[in-house]
């Protein structure tokens, strides 16, 4: 028999933490809350946890500093779960590991649609990466997929694990073009998405800004107009 996935609440408004509660319960999957930074950091690095929703304004520790210290020692997929929707917390929390970024008031069938899709995702990159690995390398860019490494002129690159997934990606595929609703479901792992696609936009720009030489005319990744993005498949 199948475990049950695991997911990890971490809000401190209790409200909004039973209803999360008792509706991921009822999907059919385990389910625990912690109402402040300091506590759900501790139990989400027990690392038992197959998802954890996170809120960003939390007593004791904020929810940035949670994702960042979560991702040091995880790969544990991160959802933020906050009022606060700004491009730049969007772009901070993303940049920090964070695999998604939803904002409050938002649609239970939504989150739970992305849930399924971030714990489907994360098992299948899981068993992936047991029987199949190789070094990619672009120019000067070197991809380790066996250590989800990238160096640039033999210099390791810092980038989040989304940031990672979409390189890796585009490198596996070279020449081919993605538009963003592809790419949400190759990388994100969401079928039939309606939701705000600037996150492939904001994770690319990001992803662009540590790969490329400074002053470079043209990035790695392309962009044809009207269809969208790409490596090319004779990138040197």
Known sequence: ????????????EKTIAEILLYNIKA???????????????????TG???LILLDL????????EVCAKIRERLDTPIIILTARDTESDKIKGLDIGADDYMTKPFSINELLSRVRANIRRYSNETVAHKIASSTIEIGDIVI???NYLVKKAGKELELSKKEYDLLAHFA??????????ELMSAVWGYENFYGDL?????TIA???????DPGCEESLIQTKRGMGYFISAKKD
Do not use: H
């Open 1 to 12: 028999m199948e475990t049950k996935k695991n997911i990890l609440i971490i809000e401190d």
């Open 27 to 45: 999907t059919g999957y385990e389910a625990q809350t912690r109402y402040d930074g300091q506590s759900g950091l501790e139990e989400a690095l």
């Open 48 to 50: 038992k946890y197959d």
């Open 57 to 64: 304004m939390l007593p004791l520790m904020n929810g940035f």
């Open 144 to 146: 380790d997929c066996d």
């Open 172 to 181: 596996k595929n070279a020449g081919k073009i993605y538009s963003r609703e």
């Open 198 to 202: 600037r996150t492939i936009d904001v």
């Open 206 to 212: 990001r992803l662009r800004q540590k790969i490329d």
